[in-house]
């Protein structure tokens, strides 16, 4: 008698008509009629144009989306999503804007609106910046990051990710060095250095330029920083003090205790006790009517 080894059920199709791959398929059964093949071929087409019609409808949902990172990579399209299209390029980030009524550097926006830009020294550990991000996104808040540019060369997911959020992302230079310190020549290449990492990542030179290791920039540093391109230099009113470690209760009450309409607020990535201070902090916020936004948005 000769027996016909076939699977002991039809291979489950995935949504690109494979085999589901189980492992426990082989095992001896008689050879199907043929009569019958033509209506279970039948049966696996509608099979999968059931499952991508499903796929379909659960992209077309619409809203904004409170947290990227959270997104599944399989529920989008591959024209939103750039690693299931290769060929896809990210669109360039915004560029710096010159804003005429504002300073040359900027400590404060408008007072007479109710908005703040807390802003952020981008270093440190990525997971813990990641964290910041979330929390901030969780309470619909939008904030502006100054990343240093060789953090960026060690975590380079990170710019896109800012970005991803609604974020503003900025230059901080390049090893966050005493840049006032320095000669013409290595405040330069400060500056240009993180300007160059910025645009490989993200195809813009940042929307902002803050100086390293001070609140304040020389008058030969800011005139650098207009050479690389950056119309204004963005200083605060408001310094968290968070790299102290102090708490994060005393975090929250330095924060509050300076903000008022228009506040720009120094705070950092890196510090466990941020992230533990910041839902209280945007609480609080939201509670005497300040929105947390971006330093463009702050200015616009």
């Not at 379909?56 to 591959?78: D, F, L, N």
């Not at 390029?89 to 710096?96: D, H, L």
Request: net charge positive.
């Amino acid at each position: 008698m000769v027996r016909v080894i076939t699977p002991a059920r039809p291979p489950q199709p995935s949504l690109d008509g494979s085999s589901d791959g189980s492992p426990d398929g082989n095992v001896a059964r008689a050879a199907p009629d043929p009569r019958t093949v033509p209506d279970r071929r039948a049966a696996l087409r509608s099979g999968v144009a059931l499952a991508a019609g499903t796929l379909a409808a659960g992209c077309s949902t619409t809203g904004v989306v409170a947290h990227p990172v959270a997104v599944s990579r399989t529920a989008v399209s591959p024209s939103a999503n750039p690693s299931a299209n290769p060929s896809a390029k990210p669109a360039a980030a915004p560029a710096p804007r010159r804003f005429p009524q504002q300073p040359a550097e900027i400590t404060h926006g408008p007072r007479d609106r109710p908005r703040v830009a807390l802003t952020f020294h981008g270093q440190g550990d990525p997971a813990v910046a990641k964290a910041v991000l979330g929390e901030a996104e969780k309470a619909g808040a939008r904030v502006t990051v100054l990343a240093v540019g060789s953090w960026l060369e060690e975590h380079p997911d990170i710019a896109r990710r800012i970005l991803d959020g609604g974020h503003d992302l900025g230059n901080h230079t390049l090893r966050h060095l005493a840049i006032n310190a320095m000669s013409e020549a290595d405040a330069e290449a400060e500056i240009r250095g993180c300007a160059d990492r910025l645009r490989r990542l993200t195809g813009s030179i940042g929307t902002w330029f803050r100086p390293s290791r001070t609140p304040t920039a020389s008058a030969l540093v800011a005139g650098v920083a207009r050479r690389v391109g950056y119309p204004h230099v963005l200083s605060y009113d408001v310094d968290s003090l968070d790299y102290t470690s102090p708490g994060a209760p005393a975090v929250t009450r330095q924060v509050i205790g300076g903000v008022r309409d228009g506040s720009v607020v120094s705070l950092h990535f890196g510090y466990a006790d941020t992230v533990a201070a910041l839902p209280a902090v945007l609480e609080e916020l939201g509670r005497r009517g300040l929105r947390a936004v971006t330093t463009t948005e702050l200015l616009s």
